[in-house]
């Protein structure tokens, strides 16, 4: 029988520390790590406190060297910036970790723990931990700077819309700090409404060191004079090349383009902002000139042959001829007979908005050449429902800013239950308008105030935002014994 004799096992043996003698394993340095920390600091040259700016208006950080950034407590973009401050300071070691300590938030101060390892007498790696704070002081960023001089702008939208009915020029001015954001306005408006725009600017100051240029800009927005509801009289060529539709329309919607009716034929049409302003025209009347009639009698036209090269006809309106008479003259036998795209909506004794052309007095250039025969005697343009029975049945509303209201008869008052109107009458218009349900309405349902207004289904609204919270309490302390 032979034996096998196992492999001798070797283990490394111990050293002395040369400073401190204590049993070490062996190292270059041939020191332990107390001794070498005695030694040598690898912290050295790194800063230990730093100061950041901080702007309170729009709690941006700076990033030198005239960067300001936007950074939450403990995040990433912080620590980023943090670490650049440490940069220039750290080239000789070599950064293993880095995290935030936890400060008071109102301490104004950043605490963050770093890790860094640097090689050190003769190829020894030595590690060690230490914190940084840094300062935040206070420092106004330039873009706030500029809001406060109150008068400083870079760029401006002078938006326009010309009303012929009273010859002025209404519009507002917008004004911005840089012209990048000014162009973001008029790509807005060219999307939204048709309009022209005119650009210049203004040479304020120029560096001739540095070759810069200092300018003020200026964009003109002119926006059609066209609304909805208006009455308007094109062209002939227009009409021509819109599918021989009737001169005299009905303006139904204002959107990237204009949406016009024929009441005639229901002929309908869409003019962009380019052939606007090739072939302009005008409203015809102001909408304050709307006047009331009552329908007397209606005949719907079921079979309405067009003309050849005919456009598109509306199938959401249908067209008939109808009887109404003034209701200011109801003491009179006067009636005025018409056609309108309203036939799905009047019934004998509806009230309804339109405009009077027999009895008014009207300067336009195309409406003066036209054949009498053809201009009509009136022109409706909607029905006409009972405001404060909407108003009482409406439960949803709008989130709007804090404002003060003066009463039902101001014209702002009067403006803004037109457009809650238009809303309610308008599917594609509140499409893209958030609406909410009113919880402090009930609606009630009676046979008796029911007279056809259009409404919003309860599909369409949206549920308020509450802060009542599992307590019970408005805001109420979430804590429970």
């Known amino acids: 029988m032979e034996y096998m004799q196992a492999p001798a096992s070797s283990s490394q043996g111990n ?14 340095a041939n ?30 950080y700076l990033q030198p060297p005239a960067t300001w950034v936007q950074c939450a407590l403990e995040s990433r973009e912080l620590l980023a910036l943090c670490l650049k401050k440490l940069k220039s300071s750290m080239s000789k070691v070599r950064l293993i970790d880095a995290g935030f300590l936890w400060t008071e938030p ?84 060219q999307c939204t409404v048709p309009c022209r725009s005119k650009a210049s600017q203004r040479l304020i100051s120029h560096d001739i060191h540095s070759n810069t240029y200092n300018y003020k800009s200026t964009f003109s927005m002119e926006i059609v004079p066209v609304c909805k509801d208006n009455v308007v009289c094109l062209s002939p060529r227009l009409a021509q090349s819109l599918g021989n539709m009737g001169q005299v329309c009905v303006c139904i ?44 009698d209606t005949d719907i036209i079921r079979d309405q042959k ?8 509306s199938n959401k309106h249908t067209l008939a001829e109808v009887w109404v008479q003034k209701t200011s003259e109801m003491n009179t036998s006067q009636q005025y007979h018409c056609r309108t795209f309203l036939g799905h909506l009047l019934n004998i004794g509806d009230l309804v908005l339109g405009f009077d052309f027999a009895n008014s007095n009207i300067n336009d250039e195309y409406l003066n050449k036209m ?15 009972d405001r404060s029975r909407r108003v009482k049945r409406r439960n949803w509303k ?64 949206l549920e308020e935002l509450s802060l009542t919270d599992a307590t019970g309490g408005e805001g109420a302390d979430m804590m429970t014994d």
């Open 253 to 296: 919607r204002v959107t990237s383009t204009i949406h016009l009716i024929d009441p005639r034929t229901l002929q309908i049409a869409e003019v962009d902002g380019n052939t606007y302003w090739r072939n302009p025209f005008n409203g015809l009347f102001n909408p304050s000139q709307l006047e009331e009639f009552i329908v007397m």
């Open 106 to 189: 109102h301490s104004k101060r950043i605490k963050m723990k770093l890790t860094i390892q640097k090689e050190v007498m003769n190829g020894a790696i030595l590690q060690q931990v230490f914190v940084v704070e840094f300062v935040i002081q206070s420092q106004m960023c330039d873009d706030c700077h500029r809001v406060e001089a109150k008068d400083f702008w870079k760029a401006v939208v002078q938006v326009r819309q010309k009303v012929t009915f009273i010859e002025v020029d209404e519009g507002i001015d917008f004004y911005y700090g840089s012209k990048q954001h000014a162009q973001k306005m008029v790509d807005f408006l």
């Open 398 to 461: 709008l989130q709007e800013m804090a404002r003060d209201r003066e009463g039902m008869d101001t014209d702002d008052e009067r403006q803004y239950q037109d457009f809650l109107e238009d809303l309610e009458e308008d599917e594609a218009l509140r499409k893209n308008v958030n609406i909410f349900r009113d919880a402090s309405k009930i609606p009630v349902e009676s046979d008796t105030d029911d007279d056809g207004a259009p409404r919003v289904s309860l599909a369409e609204m």
């Open 15 to 28: 050293i002395l520390c040369c400073t401190c003698g204590v049993p070490i394993a062996p190292n270059p």
């Open 306 to 313: 067009l003309g050849a090269g005919a456009g598109m006809r």
């Open 31 to 60: 020191m332990c790590v107390a001794c070498l920390r005695t030694q040598v600091d690898i912290s050295e040259g790194i800063p230990k406190q730093v100061t950041v700016h901080f702007c309170k208006q729009c709690e941006r």
């Open 371 to 385: 054949n009498p025969h053809h201009v009509p005697d009136v022109v409706l343009i909607k029905k006409s429902y």
